[in-house]
């Protein structure tokens, strides 16, 4: 699921305004590597003004959701994404800025999975970031 989800569902929580310390959740670009360097590390190509990265940089603890709505199973067999058969993955840990020894690989990693990113507006200072992770949940029925 790492490997073939271009994006997945981040939940953080709030901290902003009336909603600070809720849950809050978004979907965001992907990539664990290039198509050929699979890694099950993902990266994210992220912007400052995303409410989600305002968490993310207050309070780095998170939650990736991946869903096999993608998958070639639930497609094949024509099943509903949310359809228990259909897997979902759930990584948890914390999202950091990517250190400046692995930039170029999540360049890779990202412009080759989403190479439409590289025409985004330069002035929503995008920069990269990865889950450490530290649990996994699978639910594969």
């Not at 902003?16 to 993902?42: A, E, H």
């Not at 207050?58 to 990736?64: E, I, Q």
Request: positive net charge; contains cysteine.
């Amino acid at each position: 699921l790492a490997r073939h989800n271009t994006w997945g569902f981040v939940a953080t929580r709030a901290a902003r305004g009336q909603i600070q310390g809720m849950p809050y959740g978004n979907c965001l670009l992907l990539s664990d590597g290039p198509v050929n360097n699979s890694t099950g590390i993902p990266f994210f190509y992220v912007t400052p003004k995303d409410n989600t990265v305002t968490d993310l940089l207050k309070n780095p603890m998170a939650s990736l959701t991946l869903p096999e709505a993608d998958g070639n199973f639930c497609r094949k067999n024509v099943i509903d994404p949310e359809d228990p058969r259909c897997a979902r993955l759930t990584l948890m840990g914390q999202m950091v800025t990517v250190p400046p020894e692995e930039v170029e690989f999540a360049k890779q990693a990202m412009f080759s999975r989403h190479p439409v990113v590289r025409k985004w507006p330069r002035s929503y200072e995008w920069f990269f970031m990865k889950m450490n992770i530290e649990h996994i949940w699978l639910q594969s029925w």
